[in-house]
């Protein structure tokens, strides 16, 4: 009787032969495992290639960018870091807040090496390793920020100031008044017109003015129609002063909520103790 754990000899050939071909596979498939991976590299770099205009990159672009997309189209030897790269976040974002791109009061701290920048909603803290932390929408505009920072072929803007939000008391009540004033014109043509087809249509109606052929329904219908567009002119002016007005109050609101008329930080933002790493008196430069 065959012994039931026992294996044939021709079986056991046939296993042999089988893992052996299976560890030819196995091997082929380990050589050709960094070729596959390499040309899957390759055609995401083309793709990100083809997807982004690297000639006109800005934070829009980085903020779409996924970390494997990142990582295939930037070399990461070739990154910028440590104060260099503090020094140039710190400068972008300054340029930023001057064109109203961003609300933010930017600090570059030297002890430690830090750039702060934060608003009346949130903050971003800014390591010189171009770790980010925070929350809010400042966090979300100084992230791509730091990115484009880190690439040596992006070049930083120079900032008008090292402090380019104005003071509260600074911030003049309306916008542009000559597009205004223009509206008010127009509006001022179209009442004087008004006014003088009704009178028109009145004296035709009287039969001062006019002979047979004279309508003074149709003239008193536009000098009515003249009036009404005036009327609609002096409402858009005047709403758009009123809102200048409200946006304006708005601004300065938010510019004494980060502190820039009591030099007080909002309680959310954290205190940056000095640790003797950095260089300078106070440790920071304010904008």
Known sequence: MADPQSTPPGDEADQQGATADSGIDADGEQ??????????????????EEKYDFDDFGPEDMAK?????????????????GGELLDRVADDLRSRVATREVFARVERHTDPQ????YSDEGYALVFPDGTVEG??????????????????????????SDDPLPEPEEVPEGGNELGNW????????????????????????AGQIGGEGASPVLLIVAGLAFLAIALV???VVANARLSDKFRSEEYRDRLRAIGLS????????????PDGSGEGEDGQHEG
């Open 233 to 235: 002119l002096f409402l």
């Open 65 to 81: 960018m996924t970390a494997e997309e990142w990582e295939v189209a930037f070399e990461e030897e070739s990154w910028i870091t």
């Open 182 to 205: 223009m509206l008010q014109l127009i509006a001022g043509v179209q009442l004087l017109a008004g006014l003088v087809l009704i009178g028109g249509g009145i004296l035709a109606a």
């Open 135 to 160: 929350h809010g929408t400042v966090l979300r505009d100084v992230k791509p920020t730091v990115a484009l920072c880190s690439m040596d072929d992006y070049d930083v803007p120079e900032p008008p």
């Open 262 to 273: 009591d030099g007080e930080r909002p309680e959310f933002v954290p205190a940056l103790e």
């Open 114 to 117: 830090r750039v702060l920048a």
């Open 31 to 48: 050589s050709s495992g960094p070729a596959t991976d390499e040309a899957s590299v390759e055609a995401l770099r083309a793709e990100v």
